[in-house]
């Protein structure tokens, strides 16, 4: 079983600055791609920026240049630097991952979601 764990989440004001972290643990042989993703209320879950191993970051035009994604390897991990929040900004944001495990299968897998919150 593979787990996705989201922290960082919480209430900020306009213009100001969160980090998300996201960690993967379990039966994980290699990993292919993660990311974030957001769903705010009455929307569609919608991608916020991936990174695909190998490959340069991928941004949604909403928030390119404000975020940051990055990752570690070793500890199977995926940040989410967000700068210059805004009010749409507030979503539930969900941490994603593309992995195969040990016996060479490709899945997807999702977090449970961290709230973040952009009000005054």
């Known amino acids: 079983q593979v787990q996705l764990v989201e922290s960082g989440g919480g209430l900020v004001q306009p213009g100001g600055s969160l980090r998300l972290s996201c960690a993967a643990s379990g039966s994980i042989a290699g990993i292919y791609k993660m990311g974030w993703y957001r ?3 009455g929307n569609q879950r919608e991608l916020v920026a991936t990174s695909t191993s190998g490959g ?7 928030v390119e240049g404000r975020f940051t994604i990055s990752r570690d390897n070793v500890k199977k991990a995926v940040y989410l630097q967000m700068s210059s929040l805004k009010p749409e900004d507030t979503a539930v944001y969900y941490c994603h991952g ?4 040990w016996g060479g299968v ?4 999702w977090g449970q979601g ?3 919150t952009v009000s005054s």
């Open 39 to 41: 769903q705010a209320p």
């Open 56 to 62: 340069s970051p991928n941004y949604a035009d909403s």
């Open 98 to 101: 593309v992995m195969t495990d």
């Open 106 to 109: 490709r899945r997807e897998y």
């Open 114 to 116: 961290t709230q973040v």
